[in-house]
């Protein structure tokens, strides 16, 4: 059993940066894909970014190309997603996810665990 706790979130100004946090408790971490998933009012879940157990495999969706960038410590089992230059567009709850594999997925039906998210909201 996994269990991630997201961090990071808050208000900030568009234009601003916000820099998330998923930390995961267990010692296989280093085995899992993660990936960042995000979910505005109204709206369904989609996907952010994903990322191999060894980090040296991203993805990320068009959206939020050249502006997010999703990182691994698998000494901190911790997974971060790096955001700036943020549009009030990208205000949702953001979700970490982990997957028993080592690569990351797009689909989130794919993941195994996922955090309880943490809110981002970009005023205009």
């Known amino acids: 059993q996994v269990q991630l706790v997201e961090s990071g979130g808050g208000l900030v100004q568009a234009g601003g940066s916000l820099r998330l946090s998923c930390a995961a408790s267990g010692r296989t971490f280093a085995n899992y894909g993660m990936g960042w998933f995000r979910q505005a009012p109204g709206k369904e879940r989609e996907f952010v970014a994903h990322?191999?157990?060894?980090?040296?495999?991203?993805y990320y969706a068009d959206s939020v190309k050249g502006r997010f960038t999703i990182s691994r410590d698998n000494t901190k089992n911790t997974v971060y997603l790096q955001m700036i230059s943020l549009k009030p567009e990208d205000t949702a709850v953001y979700y970490c996810a982990a997957r028993r594999w080592p690569g990351g997925s797009f689909q989130f039906h794919q993941y195994d665990y996922w955090g309880q998210g943490t809110q981002v909201t970009v005023s205009s």
């Open positions: 990322i191999s157990s060894s980090g040296s495999n991203t």
